[in-house]
């Protein structure tokens, strides 16, 4: 009997440790810098890791399942076809350096040495043919230029981003932010140029480094029921 519950101890022992190791997350390696398909990244393959430039092909959509991580090595996601970033409240989308270790664990490997910034390059740019886009409870966090428009329209929902550089900047688009958070940022708000339409609404705006809403060259501003504090 003695023997037979030792058995069952040491399988019972192999198991827990076969189940652990099979839990533990390990980061995916963005190697296509062209998706010109369908793609769905999940978060149980999440982290993703972009260390080159990637560009989402118009007619394509990339679908970013809630939970995901996103992590930027001095890279930029390009989105010419369509980007459904889609979180929930209790599962959200987080876009950050791959420097910020709080979110995925060390992905750069380095035991902690570096750590991430407002200046550290990496973001989401989205240009023409990307209006049928839609990012609604995602985090962007220590990236440089966090999210860029580009000559398309785009509605933001229940956004966050701190600890970035400039948080939004536009040219010749329409862009909408409702329920959001902006703050402690080393530059600007939400930069509008080129004739850009910004509408923001039940959003706060606090602690940046420049101006909370800037807009430039005939860009015009809509403000509701926000929150601003340069």
Same mark, same amino acid.
């Given at each position: ?48 890791v972009i260390s080159a430039d990637v560009?989402?092909? !118009?007619?394509?959509?990339? /679908? ?11 890279? %930029?996601?390009? +989105? $010419? @076809? ?86 939004? !900047?536009?040219?010749?688009? /329409? ?11 080393? %530059?600007?708000? +939400? $930069? @509008? ?5 910004v509408t923001v609404a039940s959003t ?27």
């Amino acid at each position: 009997m003695k023997v037979r519950c030792s058995q069952l101890l040491f399988l019972f022992i192999l198991f827990s440790c076969f189940f652990c190791a099979g839990s533990v997350r390990a980061e995916t390696l963005v190697a296509d810098t062209e998706i010109s398909a369908d793609t769905t990244w999940t978060k149980a393959d999440s982290p993703y890791v972009i260390s080159a430039d990637v560009t989402v092909d !118009s007619g394509s959509t990339l /679908t970013i399942e809630p939970g995901v991580i996103v992590k930027f090595d001095n890279s %930029f996601l390009n +989105i $010419d @076809g369509t980007l459904l970033a889609e979180g929930t409240a209790v599962d959200k989308i987080y876009f950050t350096s791959i420097k910020d270790d709080s979110l995925g664990g060390d992905t750069n490997g380095d035991g902690g040495a570096s750590n991430p910034s407002e200046s550290d390059e990496g973001g989401v740019a989205l240009y023409a043919g990307s209006g049928s886009s839609h990012l609604a409870h995602a985090s962007f966090h220590y990236l440089r230029d966090p999210l860029y428009f580009d000559s398309t329209t785009l509605e933001l929902d229940t956004i966050d981003i701190q600890h970035c550089d400039t948080a939004i !900047s536009t040219y010749a688009s /329409t862009l909408g932010v409702t329920n959001s958070t902006i703050a402690h940022l080393g %530059f600007d708000g +939400i $930069d @509008g140029y080129g004739g850009s339409s910004v509408t923001v609404a039940s959003t706060t705006i606090e602690d940046v480094g420049g101006s909370a809403l800037g807009m430039y060259d005939g860009s015009a501003l809509t403000l509701k029921s926000s929150t601003i504090k340069d």
